[in-house]
């Protein structure tokens, strides 16, 4: 199994460390700084041999060749993305397959966000890396995307179990729920998930990881096709498109 450490850095940014117990071989996930995360690595003895980015926003890669520098690891990301992506060295594409140690991650392309923009599915840890693709009751942004692609993105990762963990890279849940209550606020599942997620904020305890699970009876972005969301919009849940879109219209405006 994968041991996931999470670094809170800048305002809200989540950094990831993965490391295989086994094989030793570490993994910096979307690092936007250099310092604390080689400090975070060396308490904790790993070697850091790789990163993974995401996508190619300064706040996910903006540590990439220091780190680099500092411990000659491989830079990995997507291939559609190269020439934004710094010391980019392994391309990856939708269908690959990305091994860290003795766990592999299937990739997949999750456009919308940005037009490179990919995900880290290694299942059998229950892990996904998702970079802003995906967050706890929220997305991202549709900065250079289609709203279909946004859309399809997001159907593909809730299609991934139930069961896995969604290490996403900031920490948005409690102004997600806040706009979410007014998305839905019959749903008694997200409801409750949103006192949980008050009281663990009051405490600086992050709401991050979640599961698909939990985001497919809560996260509005997930439930377009979902029929009591779209009668409270107004709209034909048959056109899940114009729904998901109507919702990302009304989060940007929020």
């Known amino acids: 199994m994968l041991e996931v450490l999470q670094i809170p850095v800048l305002s809200d940014n989540y950094v990831y460390l993965a490391h295989c117990s086994d094989t030793g071989a570490t993994a910096v996930i979307d690092p936007a700084v250099v310092k604390p995360v080689l400090d975070a690595a060396a308490a904790k003895g790993w070697t850091i041999t790789h990163i993974l980015n995401t996508h190619h926003h300064d706040d996910h890669t903006g540590g990439n060749l220091d780190i ?27 269908g690959d397959i990305f091994k860290l140690g003795n766990s592999t991650a299937d990739i997949l392309e999750v456009p919308g966000h940005t037009n490179g923009h ?26 250079e995307g289609t709203m279909l692609q946004m859309w399809t993105s997001l159907k593909a990762l809730r299609n991934l179990p139930d069961s896995m963990k969604i290490y996403c890279a900031h920490e948005y849940t409690q102004s997600n729920a806040r706009f979410a209550e007014t998305i839905e606020p019959g749903n008694a599942d997200l409801m409750e998930r949103i006192s949980e ?34 009668t409270y919009l107004g709209l034909n849940a048959h056109d899940a498109l114009n729904v998901f879109t109507e919702v990302r219209h009304r989060k940007d405006n929020f």
């Open 118 to 143: 990919i995900a880290y599915s290694f299942k059998q840890d229950d892990v996904l890396f998702c970079g802003d693709a995906l967050f706890a009751l929220g997305c991202g942004r549709v900065f």
């Open 197 to 230: 997620i008050d009281a663990l904020r009051a405490k600086d305890i992050p709401t991050v990881p979640s599961t698909i699970g939990i985001e497919k009876l809560t996260n509005p972005f997930f439930r377009a096709d979902n029929d009591s969301l779209a």
């Open 68 to 94: 680099q520098e500092a411990t000659g690891c491989t830079i990995v990301g997507a291939g559609k993305d190269a020439a934004r992506i710094p010391g980019i060295q392994v391309k990856l594409a939708e």
